[in-house]
């Protein structure tokens, strides 16, 4: 064989190998890394199944974790995918603080990682790409403005909230917005504030004990999910009470439970915060992969629904 017909080969081959190279990694499938909260509410159950559905239909590979509501938990899982050499990682913190060091770990590994749903507290905005999830102080805010639009009775209201988990970023952000907007109205004023963890259970409980301190001085119930609200209601009714009447009640997340409770009478207005973040994560995943620019911040369109709206709209929603 000659030499020039010899390095055609060659050359031949390299092109041919280059470009089957190029195809690979044109199909590699993406291995996401997402470590959940937990499985608390009926919102976050809804958040999963999106996150699940929505890595099939893209054609990502998904390793999926519940902490059970346990940073640490959440932390050994992001660990344990920086370990596996996953391309992306993504997680809903179940507290704002306490991140720096595993992020640190993640960024030194090359691996880019999306928060959704929750934000974290964190000196170095560079530990993660982007946040995708709701404006948890707008949602605060529409609920205390319903509630200065919409109360009729006059002289002082008495409101109770069952806060969130301690420390968790729509915690502290519902309870911010909701106090911003009623301040303007001093007569509106939180009597009592406890967590409620966002489960039922734990809201019934501590409604109970609103209810055996306050009594029929409660005017008010703002829970910071509807979850919450619905233990609530179960323990104003066990008081002889009737939910929605003799104690207004406003909510969060826009879950059918909530839109049930309100076709029922019992629940006065939830305010929505959409748990559908599986497709816009899953095209996070792909851009930043791509080595796109995202946005810093990506915000979901939500609504606020009250009782007179539910029957209408609730064959519309999807969780």
Known sequence: MSISRRCVLTLAGGLLL????????????????????????????ANTQSIKQSAKEAGINLKFSDAQQKQENQIKAIRSYIAQKVDVIAFSPVVESGWETVLQEAKAAKIPVILTDRAVSVKDDSLYVTFIGSDFVEEGRRAGKWLLDNYKGQGDVNIVE???????????????????????????????????????????????AFLKAEGKKINVLYAHNDDMAIGAIQAIEEAGLKPGKDIIIISIDAVKGAFEAMIAGKLNVTVECNPQLGPQLMEAAKAVVAGKQLPKRIVTKEGVFPMEVAAKEFPNRKY
């Not at 502290?172 to 963890?197: L, W």
Request: charged share 30%.
């Open 18 to 45: 280059a470009a089957t190279a190029g195809v690979q990694a044109a199909d590699k499938k993406i291995t996401l890394g997402f470590a959940q909260v937990g499985a608390e509410s009926e919102w976050r159950t």
């Open 162 to 208: 069952l806060q969130g988990t301690v420390g968790s970023a729509p915690a502290i952000d519902r309870k911010n917005g909701f106090e911003e907007v009623i301040k303007a109205q001093p007569r509106f004023k939180i009597i009592r504030s406890q967590t409620g963890d966002f489960t039922r259970a734990k809201g019934k409980e501590v409604m109970e």
